[in-house]
């Protein structure tokens, strides 16, 4: 560790600075599986850090609605990771957890991102410096450099006499200050994510990814809440609101799962809540397609139920795209489904049900207008997961 270059940067913290957040480092190496730099520790005690006013060093510390470490080091590694596809060599480099991965350590305010190269030594004082420059990938060149120093000496280099970037240009050379950085002053201790469920049923769930259909694998794969939340009322209060009973499929699902949202971006309404947040008051969509598409016919080509063969919503997107059966037939089990898209124009109906469409889009293998699919080196395991709603978020139509 260049000692030198800790002490200067340890020199410029604002004294005002907040108390430093503790780190409980060997458990946060444990669940990194990597030992971290000494220099990095070093810093770390003063806190999460605002470097000449342009870099942030991130450390193992949470802070309610801005900052999660264990949550930025995955979405980090993940965006990097499908970026880099979009420009030379269009082959992602590894990143942590893999042995010898990339492992993201700070960023910019131009959205360029720092990591350290591990595969570079079994000594964490030697890893060098690697940076991502986001800019690079819009201009069609390699986004990653190495700058071949360690962390100290790196950030340095950014004060003194700054460092190029990927693609041209240079990062610094930056203020000569080191602060607390700002959006975190109220930053709290770090636990690391204990383990999930039991080895048996990660397996079991694992083997759901390929193997399986129907109900039975859905729930293997995305295991339902103990007291799945549907309401007071009955389905037959619901088949009397909407002027039809519903899909046995649909009701068999959300008498497993009940008002919930799913991949923190489906959003199944409660069917039997009565109130604001319930399937039924939801049908508010219908009344506004229909004034669009009086005034926009051309982008709203579809018939609202109870129009014959109209569209019947009953789950939504964060982005505003609606999920619904289209009410062909009087069958309501030989419904087909179909999205209503927000912001693209509108697409025919989906080929499968819906539990099929549900097990699908959690494996990975569906993409739809409403359905956003996962990377090609995504894990599915990582991203599913279900927040039941209760009776008192239901009001808000959110988990």
Same mark, same amino acid.
């Given at each position: 560790m260049a000692l030198p270059s800790v002490s200067f940067l340890t020199a410029l913290l604002d004294a005002s600075a907040p108390e430093p957040v503790p780190v409980e480092w060997d458990a946060v190496e444990a669940w990194l599986g990597v030992r971290l730099p000494a220099d990095y520790k070093a810093l770390a005690a003063c806190g999460p850090l605002d470097i000449g006013e342009f870099v942030w060093l991130h450390v193992p510390c949470?802070?309610?609605?801005?900052?999660?470490?264990?949550?930025?080091?995955?979405?980090?590694?993940?965006?990097?990771?499908?970026?880099? %596809?979009? &420009?030379?060599?269009? *082959?992602?480099?590894?990143?942590? $957890?893999?042995?010898? !991965?990339?492992?993201?350590?700070? /960023?910019?305010?131009?959205?360029?991102?720092?990591?350290?190269?591990?595969?570079?030594?079994?000594?964490?004082?030697?890893?060098?410096?690697?940076?991502?420059?986001?800019?690079?990938?819009?201009?069609?060149?390699?986004?990653?450099?190495?700058?071949?120093?360690?962390?100290?000496?790196?950030?340095?280099?950014?004060?003194?006499?700054?460092?190029?970037?990927?693609?041209?240009?240079?990062?610094?050379?930056?203020?000569?200050?080191?602060? %607390?950085? &700002?959006?975190?002053? *109220?930053?709290?201790?770090?636990? $690391?994510?204990?383990? !999930?469920?039991?080895?048996?049923? /990660?397996?079991?769930?694992?083997?759901?990814?390929?193997?399986?259909?129907?109900?039975?694998?859905?729930?293997?794969?995305?295991p339902p809440p103990p007291e799945p939340y549907l309401g007071d009322a009955d389905w037959e209060w619901v088949a009397e609101q909407l002027g039809t009973r519903l899909p046995a499929e649909y009701v068999e699902l959300m008498e497993a799962y009940g008002g919930s949202t799913w991949l923190g971006w489906l959003n199944l309404p409660a069917p039997l809540n009565t109130g604001p947040g319930g399937l039924v008051a939801e049908q508010w969509y219908r009344d506004a397609y229909r004034e669009l598409r009086e005034q926009f016919p051309e982008y709203q080509p579809l018939q609202v139920w109870p129009e014959k063969g109209g569209f019947l919503p009953f789950a939504s997107t964060i982005d505003g795209d609606q999920i619904c059966w289209l009410t062909e037939g009087d069958d309501p089990d030989a419904w087909p489904l179909i999205v209503v898209p927000r912001h693209a124009d509108q697409g025919d109906p989906l080929p499968q049900g819906l539990t099929d469409t549900l097990l699908e889009w959690l494996r990975g293998r569906f993409r739809a207008e409403g359905f956003p699919g996962l990377d090609v080196d995504d894990d599915p395991l990582e991203f599913i997961e279900l927040v039941p709603w209760a009776p008192d978020a239901t009001d808000a139509g959110s988990g």
């Amino acid at each position: 560790m260049a000692l030198p270059s800790v002490s200067f940067l340890t020199a410029l913290l604002d004294a005002s600075a907040p108390e430093p957040v503790p780190v409980e480092w060997d458990a946060v190496e444990a669940w990194l599986g990597v030992r971290l730099p000494a220099d990095y520790k070093a810093l770390a005690a003063c806190g999460p850090l605002d470097i000449g006013e342009f870099v942030w060093l991130h450390v193992p510390c949470t802070e309610e609605g801005r900052f999660d470490y264990g949550s930025w080091l995955k979405s980090t590694h993940r965006h990097c990771r499908i970026d880099s %596809r979009n &420009a030379p060599p269009h *082959e992602p480099p590894v990143f942590r $957890p893999a042995p010898g !991965g990339l492992l993201a350590l700070g /960023e910019t305010r131009a959205t360029s991102c720092l990591f350290w190269d591990t595969s570079a030594s079994d000594d964490p004082d030697e890893w060098p410096v690697v940076i991502f420059h986001q800019d690079a990938v819009h201009q069609g060149v390699n986004p990653w450099l190495d700058y071949g120093m360690p962390l100290a000496e790196t950030l340095v280099a950014l004060l003194r006499t700054g460092l190029p970037l990927p693609g041209g240009g240079a990062l610094g050379p930056l203020p000569a200050t080191v602060r %607390r950085t &700002a959006y975190l002053t *109220e930053a709290s201790p770090w636990t $690391p994510p204990g383990p !999930g469920g039991s080895p048996e049923a /990660e397996a079991l769930r694992r083997a759901a990814l390929t193997q399986g259909s129907g109900l039975e694998a859905l729930r293997t794969l995305l295991p339902p809440p103990p007291e799945p939340y549907l309401g007071d009322a009955d389905w037959e209060w619901v088949a009397e609101q909407l002027g039809t009973r519903l899909p046995a499929e649909y009701v068999e699902l959300m008498e497993a799962y009940g008002g919930s949202t799913w991949l923190g971006w489906l959003n199944l309404p409660a069917p039997l809540n009565t109130g604001p947040g319930g399937l039924v008051a939801e049908q508010w969509y219908r009344d506004a397609y229909r004034e669009l598409r009086e005034q926009f016919p051309e982008y709203q080509p579809l018939q609202v139920w109870p129009e014959k063969g109209g569209f019947l919503p009953f789950a939504s997107t964060i982005d505003g795209d609606q999920i619904c059966w289209l009410t062909e037939g009087d069958d309501p089990d030989a419904w087909p489904l179909i999205v209503v898209p927000r912001h693209a124009d509108q697409g025919d109906p989906l080929p499968q049900g819906l539990t099929d469409t549900l097990l699908e889009w959690l494996r990975g293998r569906f993409r739809a207008e409403g359905f956003p699919g996962l990377d090609v080196d995504d894990d599915p395991l990582e991203f599913i997961e279900l927040v039941p709603w209760a009776p008192d978020a239901t009001d808000a139509g959110s988990g």
